[in-house]
């Protein structure tokens, strides 16, 4: 990667030989080098104690490197004023981290008021946020963050996060703290705003699940962040670069490949004289999505459709083939 922008809205992040070593001899973070594209969400994950948060953190100083540089957009943080350099930096954490005395609107727009913007600037952009995350500006904007749920809480949180326009999202953990059913839906709608929004994002987790399911590139970090393999989700599952991130991705790897892999066209089968009754999946459906149709067909095989037009039909078979495809 050149390190370059394609536009203002997100700028790359370069870790170049970065290591983070504490007073007592702990070594956090040793000698990484790790390249994020310009507007990709690139999740670090790994076990307990590997550093994914130390690294996070260091994007925004609130870690700073003891070796080593970070650059966002070509300039190391390390020479960048560190309030200057945050508010250029959404920040979203586990628990949100909201003020309890100011209403919802009001939070959210914490960062342009800092910024000097004319409060109608703030009103609008603040309004417009909320119904990106899926808040009625009207109804949730008076409230208080104790008025809210767990996922209305963490909704506002990352609308906070990019109300100043940020080249930089960083998130630790965010989903969290919610039960498994609303975790489901915020990855979800974060994919969908992800996809207006085009910020690059770099997200830690634990959940191999989550990092598959929200990630364009994953970054396996082992203790003393030793990054061990960076690569799409499709790729990692289908050939891990060692023992450690095998163990590490779990023996159920192909099994994730399926809510990775798209369906490809040159494994559908003409479609049969009659499809009355059968199960239908769009076209930009993934493999997983095929089975679950398939298990619940009486047919053995489901038709594929862009829009009103079948393309063709899978079966199990196929799915097997597509999954042991080159690149696949």
Excluded at 73 to 80: K, P, R
Excluded at 104 to 111: E, F, H, K, P, Q
Aim: hydrophobic residues 40%; negative net charge; aromatic residues 4%.
């Amino acid at each position: 990667m050149d390190g370059t922008r394609t536009d203002d809205s997100a700028a790359p992040i370069l870790f170049e030989g970065v290591s983070k070593r504490y007073a007592d001899g702990t070594v956090a973070v040793e000698n990484l080098t790790l390249d994020l594209a310009a507007g990709e969400l690139t999740v670090l994950i790994g076990p307990s104690g590997c550093g994914k948060s130390t690294v996070l953190r260091m994007v925004n100083r609130l870690v700073e490197p003891t070796a080593g540089r970070v650059l966002v957009d070509g300039e190391d943080v390390m020479t960048a004023d560190p309030v200057a350099l945050r508010r250029r930096i959404g920040y979203v954490i586990q628990h949100v981290g909201l003020f309890p005395h100011q209403t919802v609107r009001a939070n959210v727009g914490t960062v342009p008021r800092l910024l000097g913007w004319p409060k109608p600037q703030v009103t609008e952009r603040t309004d417009e946020l909320l119904e990106l995350v899926g808040l009625d500006p009207a109804r949730f904007g008076p409230r208080y963050p104790h008025e809210l749920s767990g996922g209305q809480r963490q909704r506002v949180g990352v609308a906070r996060a990019l109300a100043a326009d940020p080249v930089v999202l960083l998130m630790d953990e965010p989903f969290s703290a919610v039960d498994p059913i609303v975790r489901g839906r915020l990855q979800d709608e974060f994919r969908r705003l992800q996809e207006t929004v085009r910020k690059t994002i770099l997200l830690v987790t634990h959940d191999l699940d989550e990092a598959v399911r929200l990630g364009d590139r994953i970054a396996v970090l082992a203790q003393g962040g030793r990054l061990q393999q960076y690569e799409r989700p499709s790729a990692l599952l289908a050939a891990p670069a060692n023992e450690f991130v095998r163990e590490f991705v779990g023996t159920d790897r192909a099994i994730k490949r399926l809510g990775v892999t798209p369906i490809p066209r040159d494994a559908l089968r003409p479609l049969p004289a009659a499809v009355d009754g059968a199960a239908v999946i769009p076209a930009d459906a993934t493999l997983q999505d095929a089975l679950a149709a398939l298990l619940e067909s009486e047919t053995g095989w489901v038709v594929v459709s862009d829009g009103t037009t079948p393309l063709g039909v899978l079966t199990p078979d196929d799915i097997h083939r597509a999954l042991r495809q080159p690149g696949a």
